[in-house]
C-alpha cells in the first residue's frame, strides 16, 4: 500500500473521554473478531498513539464498516491496517468518497481502487479533482485504447498526490506543445530518443508543480523546498519520486490549526496565498511506536537523513496538545491541561474537559 503523509481532518467534533485500554479491548474482539490475548496485545501497542490522535471508538467503527462493507477488505486485511489508518487522522467519509470515484467512476479495478483510495485519503490535499485530471490525461492520448489502460488512472493518482491542480497543469501542457511545435528541443523530453506522450505530459506536470509558490515539501536532509527548488536539488528525473513521498508543509491558520496549503485554498479561496504567507510553520507533533513525541524539525534533528521521513510517517498524529507532557510542562498549558497522575508520567497530562475534542 503506498502512503504519503497523513492530513488531519477538519471533521473534529464531539465531547467524549480518553479511551482505555479495556475499551479497545472490548472493540478489538467483538468488532475484529479478535481472541481475549490477541486483542490485549494490540490495545497495549495501539492504545497511547490512538489517544494522542484523539481517535474514539466510534471512528474506529466507522472506519472498519467502510473498510469491509464498500472496500471488500477482509477481517485480517482490516485488522492489519486499521489502527494505522487511524492514528493518522483518515476519514471513513474520505475514504468512500475516494473509492467511489476510483471504482464506480473511474472503473478502477478493485485492487488498484483500495490501494489508490489508502493513497488518496491519506494524503494532505483534501477532495482534490483526481476525476478531471484523469479526464484532462485520458484526452489528449492518441491511442484510444491506452486512454483506458490502468496507466492514465495511476498518473491521475500521482498527480493528485503532488499537489498538482488541473488548471495548471492543463496551462503548462499547451505551453509544452506550443513549444514542440515550434521546434522548441526540450532536452528533458529529446534526452532518451523520440519523445511518448507520457514524456510530454510528465514534463508538463514538472512544468506546472515549479510555478506553485506555496507547495513545499521537506528533503531528507530536513531543507523546506517548493516543487521547483526540489526539481534544482535533485534533478529531473529522480525528483518528482522524492516529492511525492515526502512530508508536505502545513502552516498554522487564524483557528490555531494546522493546515496544507490546499487546504489554505479552500479554506481562504483567492486570498490564500497572503494568508499562507503570513501564517508560520506548523509545528506537525506526532508520536513514535515508544510513545515519544517529535515535532516534525525534531524528528530530523533526531534521527538519520535517510530515516527520519519514514520515521515520521509511520508515528501517529497529535491532536492532542497534551499528550505524553511531563507535569512541568502540562503545567505550563495551563488554558488546555491538567495534570492528573495515573502512575505513569506519559498519561497524566490531559486535556481540561471542555476543549477534549475526538476524531468521531
Known amino acids: 500500500m503506498v502512503r504519503l503523509t497523513a492530513f488531519l481532518s477538519a471533521s473534529v467534533v464531539g465531547l467524549t473521554a480518553a479511551l482505555t485500554k479495556d475499551q479497545l479491548v472490548e472493540f478489538t474482539v467483538n468488532t475484529l473478531d479478535g481472541s481475549r490475548g ?24 466507522a472506519l472498519h464498516d467502510v473498510m469491509l462493507h464498500e472496500l471488500g477488505m477482509s477481517v ?37 481502487a483500495n490501494d489508490w ?32 489502460h490502468s496507466i492514465t488512472k495511476r498518473m491521475a493518482v500521482e498527480f493528485v498526490g503532488e499537489g498538482l491542480d488541473i488548471k495548471a497543469l492543463e496551462d503548462a501542457w499547451k505551453a509544452t506543445k ?51 527548488q526540489y526539481q534544482q536539488h535533485y534533478g529531473y528525473q529522480p525528483w518528482e519520486h522524492k516529492w511525492m ?8 491558520a487564524n483557528d490555531g490549526k ?20 503570513q501564517a508560520p510553520e506548523a509545528p506537525q507533533r506526532r508520536m513514535t511506536k515508544d510513545g515519544q513525541i517529535y515535532t516534525l524539525r525534531e524528528f530530523i534533528s533526531h534521527y538519520e ?19 505524553a507532557l511531563n507535569q512541568e510542562a502540562c503545567d505550563s498549558l495551563v488554558h488546555a491541561c491538567q495534570w492528573k497522575w ?19
Open 258 to 277: 494546522e493546515y496544507s496549503a490546499q487546504e489554505f485554498q479552500k479554506i481562504y479561496g483567492t486570498d490564500a496565498e497572503s494568508y499562507w504567507k
Open 76 to 112: 485480517g486485511e482490516i485488522k492489519g491496517q486499521l489502527f494505522s489508518l487511524a492514528k493518522d487522522g483518515v476519514d471513513p467519509e474520505m475514504m468512500k468518497h475516494w473509492y467511489k470515484i476510483l471504482h464506480d467512476e473511474m472503473k478502477a479495478g478493485e485492487y488498484y
Open 178 to 228: 506550443a513549444a514542440e511545435k515550434d521546434g522548441q528541443v526540450i532536452p528533458e523530453i529529446n534526452s532518451h530518443g523520440p519523445p511518448e506522450w507520457e514524456d510530454y505530459l510528465r514534463y508538463a506536470s514538472t512544468v506546472a508543480l515549479a510555478k506553485s509558490t506555496m507547495l513545499a515539501r521537506y528533503t531528507t536532509d530536513g531543507n523546506l523546498y517548493t516543487a521547483q
Open 117 to 148: 483510495t489508502f493513497t488518496l485519503a491519506g494524503s494532505p490535499i483534501g477532495y482534490a479533482p483526481v476525476k478531471q485530471i484523469w479526464e484532462f490525461v485520458r484526452n489528449i492520448i492518441p491511442d484510444p485504447a491506452m486512454a483506458e
Open 38 to 61: 490477541e486483542a490485549d496485545d494490540m490495545a497495549h501497542r495501539h492504545i497511547k498513539q490512538v489517544n494522542a490522535a484523539r481517535v474514539s471508538i466510534e471512528r474506529l467503527k
Open 305 to 323: 537523513a535517510d530515516k527520519w521521513q519514514s520515521e515520521f510517517q509511520q508515528s501517529s498524529i497529535v491532536a492532542d496538545e497534551c499528550a
Open 245 to 252: 513521498f515526502s512530508p508536505a508543509e502545513k502552516r498554522v
Open 342 to 360: 495515573t502512575g505513569e508520567e506519559t498519561d497524566s497530562c490531559v486535556l481540561k474537559s471542555s476543549t477534549v475534542a475526538f476524531l468521531v
